[in-house]
């Protein structure tokens, strides 16, 4: 079973507000992600980071931000949020070394609806 | 346009297989996944497979690979309703590992 949390899992905000939607993982692992995933959508990535102090846009332009201080840790922060931001967020994470598959695994979600 | 192609919907009776298909486009990838999705839950992980494979098999389980036509399916042997869920097809390219591509997902519908 994967170690990796989301919290909050489900956010009702208004316009305007600021958001951080949090996620957290207790493997170690150095690469972290979110991708956003709207209803019969495909997953899109909006951020990703290889270690600690790295982080890199993904391939869905997002008005949000993120920062890796920790390895554990990798937070999502909306400055001021909108209806277009309505959507559920995806957090996930994989080994970053070795022989891997490149497996992600992913947290819960965190369904957020701006109003 | 898509990277990655799945249909929408599958509809089977339990007992009977499934077959759910995919279309890829990067001839570079070097995995291929099937993860699942179930309701108010995050991906998990069901299969994958390696681009040099042409199949898998993991208990119920087939996952059959075509490269030359980037063709990827799975199959789930006796359904079960359980087995209702959103199947998301993803491809790794190159040496990109952990930075998958998905497709929109086919929704599994299981009828006792």
């Known amino acids: 079973e994967a170690d990796i949390y989301q919290t909050p899992r489900y956010l009702v905000i208004g316009t305007g507000k600021k958001i951080t939607l949090e996620c957290s993982q207790t493997?170690?692992?150095?690469?972290m992600y979110w991708y956003q995933q709207d209803p019969g959508m495909e997953l899109h990535l909006i951020h990703y980071s290889y270690g600690v102090n790295s982080t890199e846009k993904g391939d869905l332009s997002s008005e949000s931000t993120v920062s890796r201080i920790r390895t554990e840790h990798f937070p999502l922060t909306l400055e001021s949020a909108r209806p277009s931001h309505t959507s559920q967020y995806l957090c996930?994470?994989?080994?970053?070394?070795?022989?891997?598959?490149?497996?992600?695994?992913f947290g819960e979600g965190s369904r957020l609806t701006v109003l | 346009g898509e990277d990655v192609e799945q249909s929408l919907f599958l509809s089977v009776r339990e007992g009977d297989s499934s077959v759910i298909n995919c279309t890829y486009t990067d001839s570079s990838s070097t995995y291929l996944y099937w993860y699942k999705q179930e309701p108010g839950a995050g991906l998990q992980l069901l299969t994958y497979?390696?681009?040099?494979?042409d199949m898998k098999q993991d208990q119920r389980l087939t996952v059959l690979l075509n490269k030359k036509d980037k063709h990827l399916s799975l199959r789930i042997a006796d359904t079960q309703t359980g087995d209702s869920a959103i199947y998301f097809c993803a491809e790794s390219r190159g040496s990109t590992l952990g930075r998958l591509y998905f497709g929109r997902g086919t929704q599994l519908t299981v009828w006792p």
């Open positions: 996930a994470s994989s080994e970053g070394t070795g022989l891997n598959t490149g497996e992600l695994f």
């Open positions: 493997m170690g692992h150095d690469k």
């Open positions: 497979i390696f681009s040099n494979m």
